[in-house]
């Protein structure tokens, strides 16, 4: 039996209230205020499509073993690079090895399911495939994308051992229907009319797609007990789906009210909600659409009672921080041109040699431990740090980015330039031992003390902006804020 072996999500912790946004533009379209309930998800300024997928991807690890993994498949409209593998940073920011497939899936919302078709179909007993769907798109000031769009990402591990959702099979239609587009000298996209795109478009490719799996699975469509259809537009799911015969109360929610539409990686994550909730022998319908649709129909076995990640879709959507902020966001999308001051406008060029030569730290946060003595340290280096031992070449590869650590000492610095003032720094020593000096993201007023627990988060260090090149590393998030 081939499927779902594991599943992991993440959504941004802060939640911009919708009404901060209409607050702001509704001068010039009132309109927004029908759409001004709830709130969407945001990106924090270090975020983006690479550290949501690593954030999604160690939520699916903690119920398989990464050394199982024999590839990667990154899908989205929103990659940071257009031409160097983001996958790979992905999967060396999880520790995953230099021996998988990895892969960029791109140019269209139904990226992700594509991928999952492909990855399902070529399923073998050999290890665990895993796709993972990211998203932080960008929209125009007080438009309606910016209302009903959200941040976001999802991982999916496919196989066949502990298969949590089996597959029974998949459906593919083609058409060149352009609901939207994004050219290659635009940031933004270009949206077509609502009406057009649900009658012309969900509402004849949908069931035309789902219609041939069903009937080649030989399934009736009142059996289905799960119907995902991620879409912005929020009273068309029904719609398609009393078009199709599936029951009203299958028909997924798109969350639109408390995260937003997560583009290319929505009908993933929701898949990944479906999953914490489904019974043995429900049947799953999940759809993608953009130029054309795909369907893909899974049953949830025994195993989807118990094997549950650690945060999860739900674990993910309650772990929130509410913001009225708006010009934050508009700061944080680079959707204005915020004054940085003379300590902003340093040249941040990239050294990539030194970068490549430190990947393991920088990318993997692989730290050592003494063959000899035990010791543990970050960074690895050639001598044991233990003054007692200081043996030479003694240092085993040691994976640091799953541990908890402690404030031992921290500073919040309005002098030095951050996109969210102050910025926090300090010295963080982990469990088992090693100390390292550390930037803290997230942090709320009052939140941080010496001896608060940290976790390690994957994040953008700097921008490079007169190069185009982003740097990462791990970064340090005080726990229960």
Request: aromatic share 8%.
């Amino acid at each position: 039996m081939s499927g779902i072996t594991a599943y992991g999500a993440y959504i941004p912790r802060t939640r911009l209230l919708k009404s901060a946004i209409a607050d702001a533009n509704d001068w010039f379209d009132a309109g927004l205020r029908g759409l001004a309930k709830g709130e969407r998800s945001v990106c924090n300024w270090d975020e983006d499509t690479i550290t949501m997928a690593v954030e999604a991807g160690q939520d699916c690890l903690t119920l398989i073993d990464g050394a199982s993994v024999n590839a990667l498949y990154l899908a989205s409209t929103t990659l940071p690079f257009l031409d160097r593998q983001n996958s790979v940073v992905v999967s060396q920011a999880l520790n995953l090895g230099d021996k998988l497939r990895t892969m960029d899936v791109a140019a269209s919302q139904r990226a992700a399911t594509s991928a999952l078709i492909s990855m399902l179909e070529a399923s073998s007993d050999n290890g665990n495939s895993l796709l993972l769907a990211s998203e932080h798109r960008r929209s125009k000031c007080g438009s309606r994308g910016e209302m009903l769009w959200g941040d976001g990402a999802a991982a999916i591990a496919v196989g066949s051992e502990n298969v949590v959702a089996e597959y029974l099979g998949s459906e593919t239609y083609v058409t060149d229907f352009v609901d939207h587009y994004r050219g290659e000298d635009s940031t933004i996209d270009y949206e077509w009319e609502e009406r057009w795109i649900r009658d012309e478009g969900f509402m004849k490719s949908i069931p035309l797609v789902v219609s041939r799996l069903l009937d080649k699975a030989g399934v009736e469509a009142a059996d289905i007990a799960h119907f995902i259809l991620a879409t912005d537009q929020a009273r068309t799911p029904a719609a398609v789906g009393k078009a199709i015969g599936v029951k009203a109360d299958a028909v997924v929610d798109n969350h639109i009210a408390d995260v937003g539409v997560a583009g290319a990686a929505h009908p993933i994550l929701l898949l990944t909600k479906v999953l914490e909730s489904a019974s043995a022998g429900d049947l799953i319908l999940l759809t993608g659409f953009g130029q054309g649709a795909d369907a893909i129909l899974l049953r949830a076995t025994d195993a989807v009672a118990t094997r549950r990640p650690a945060t999860g879709f739900s674990g993910a959507l309650s772990r929130r921080r509410e913001d009225g902020n708006y010009n934050k966001f508009l700061s944080f999308n680079n959707l204005v041109d915020r004054d940085v001051g003379k300590r902003g406008e340093l040249d941040k060029q990239s050294y990539l040699a030194a970068m490549y030569r430190q990947k393991d730290l920088l990318t993997g946060f692989i730290g050592g431990k003494c063959r000899d003595c035990g010791t543990i340290q970050i960074p690895k280096d050639n001598y044991c740090v233990n003054p007692e031992c200081n043996a030479l070449h003694s240092q085993d590869d040691y994976p640091m980015a799953a541990l908890k650590g402690r404030v031992k000492t921290w500073t919040a610095d309005r002098l030095t330039f951050d996109w969210n003032p102050p910025a926090y720094f300090g010295l963080v020593e982990f469990e088992g031992g090693g100390r390292l000096m550390m930037d803290f993201t997230e942090v709320q007023p009052g939140a941080i003390e010496t001896g608060v627990e940290v976790s390690m988060h994957f994040r953008i260090r700097q921008f490079d902006h007169q190069r185009g090149f982003r740097k990462y590393f791990w970064k340090a998030t005080p726990a229960q804020q």
